[in-house]
């Protein structure tokens, strides 16, 4: 029997969820009962990017271990105060791809509305972490710019929706911006990059999943899952109601030092995702933002572990392995 948004919300509502998610260093530690003296942590990071993580994240890291693969993610260290040539505030060349407040558009046929910049968690390595949001997402007041330049453009064939993340913003807000988007005759799918049903289950609500099975568009969301140990019981559940509004998921990946860069953690987080109905779409080569030197992997390296996955996974399973280059008119493999 199909599960329904009631059997799996619980009396919390997800925006009471993200209100009381995690923000100081001290509630941090203690809730993982975990001591300063074990880890080189520096609460002078979090004055430039804040920690912010829901409990429905943090309770799948382990009490204790200063090395979970989950807690390295979202912990701010000493590491990201040293400076690293290489690595910018714009690695991937979001600036130049603005067009109108909150619109990047990069690649032939489709576009991208950075809508919040909101997060329900803030990963260390994430490549618009120093963005200037304030200014440049697509807010109520300068939507309606961003919906005629799409309409002047009939070679758009697709919308994503990224942010911060989308599923931050409300229900109502969300399926007023679809239903804009709708309108234009050219458009045919619709993508929401999101980690918010990773990150906070609860998210997928019955409203979600109400304007999401209900839009005209061609509808993918693509998550962002490093590790295996994320998805548990309800992660699971989350997906599958999303799967039974006929949306298409796809997962993409950072290559983490430390984290994920072993072949057996890939292959068991591919094998993972598609039981849950998610198919791996990209496993990126991190992106050189400021303050993320120490989880970069070297490419002959990602190579090496690549060519490794593929031996043990049918080909289906196999991300694939990519980095964003700043001005390039698409992913560049990286063979």
């Known amino acids: ?73 979202i912990l701010p260290i000493d590491d990201e105060l040293v400076f690293h040539p290489g690595y910018t505030t714009n690695p991937v060349g979001d600036l130049e791809a603005g067009q109108t407040p909150g619109l990047l558009h990069k690649y032939h046929g489709r576009l991208l509305l950075i809508t919040t910049g909101g997060c329900s968690i803030n990963c260390r390595y994430c490549f618009r972490r120093e963005y200037p949001y304030n200014g440049n997402q697509t807010s109520k007041s300068v939507e309606q710019a961003a919906i005629n330049y799409i309409k002047q453009r009939p070679e758009i064939s697709e919308v994503i929706l990224s942010g911060g993340d989308p599923l931050i913003l409300s229900d109502a807000r969300l399926s007023s911006m679809v239903a804009k988007l709708e309108e234009i005759p050219h458009l045919k799918r619709l993508r929401i990059h999101t980690r918010l049903p990773v990150t906070l289950p609860s998210r997928v609500d019955s409203p979600l999943l ?126």
């Not at 979090?46 to 382990?62: D, G, M, N």
């Not at 999303?242 to 072949?263: F, H």
Request: positive net charge; aromatic residues 8%; charged residues 20%.
């Open 210 to 335: 109400k304007w999401l099975s209900r839009t005209r568009l061609t509808t993918s969301i693509v998550l962002h899952v490093n590790h295996p140990n994320e998805l548990d019981g309800a992660v699971s559940e989350a997906l599958l109601l999303l799967r039974q509004t006929g949306v298409i998921l796809l997962n993409q990946s950072v290559l983490l030092k430390g984290i994920n860069d072993s072949e057996l953690t890939l292959c068991e987080l591919s094998e993972s995702l598609f039981q849950n109905g998610v198919l791996p779409y990209y496993l990126h080569l991190l992106d050189k933002v400021s303050g993320s030197q120490h989880f970069d992997l070297p490419e002959a390296d990602a190579r090496l572990l690549y060519h490794k996955i593929r031996s043990k996974l049918p080909g289906y399973l196999v991300p694939t392995l990519v980095r964003e280059r700043s001005g390039f008119p698409y992913k560049s493999p990286v063979l």
């Open 1 to 73: 029997m199909p599960l329904t948004a009631s059997q799996t919300t619980p009396q919390t509502s997800w925006q009471q969820e993200l209100a009381k998610a995690c923000r100081q260093l001290p509630e941090l530690l203690n809730y993982l009962e975990l001591d300063l003296k074990q880890i080189s942590v520096n609460p002078q990071v979090t004055t430039k990017f804040p920690l912010h993580v829901t409990y429905a994240y943090l309770s799948r890291i382990e009490k204790g271990n200063p090395n979970d693969p989950l807690l390295r993610q």
